[in-house]
Nanobody, 123 residues
Framework: VQLQASGGGLVQAGGSLRLSCTRS????????MGWFRQAPGKEREFVAA????????YYADSMKGRFTISRDNAKNTAYLQVNNLKPEDTATYYC?????????????????WGQGTLVTVSS
């Protein structure tokens, strides 16, 4: 299994980005998907997660409102839309997948990780 994240870049404060994460290998599995981020000098934190069906989404309390997670199972891809970006959103964003039955909505149980995509927000 491999995860390929993309969509990061340099953006001005107030702008928007849509990150993508495509899974290859064992795509027939029922897997949940999540996004995490790690800012320079800080620990990795949970951002959002989505059920394998796409019917349920979960967000860290501090991420509610500006972040939207979605997925397209036909493309084995999850997305993270981030609006009204702030300099404090600067981080490497990682996608990950968790198997069916895991506590993915709590930000745990993820077994495959992408390489990360860097988001830099300028003020």
């Amino acid at each position: 299994v491999q995860l390929q994240a993309s969509g990061g870049g340099l953006v001005q404060a107030g702008g928007s980005l849509r990150l993508s994460c495509t899974r290859s290998g064992r795509t027939s599995d029922m897997y949940h998907m999540g996004w995490f981020r790690q800012a320079p000098g800080k620990e990795r934190e949970f951002v959002a997660a989505i059920h394998w069906s796409g019917m349920s989404t979960y967000y860290a309390d501090s991420m509610k409102g500006r972040f939207t997670i979605s997925r397209d199972n036909a493309k084995n891809t999850a997305y993270l839309q981030v609006n009204n970006l702030k300099p404090e959103d600067t981080a490497t964003y990682y996608c990950a997948t968790a198997p069916y039955g895991s506590s993915y909505y709590k930000g745990v149980g993820y077994d495959y990780w992408g390489q990360g995509t860097l988001v830099t927000v300028s003020s």
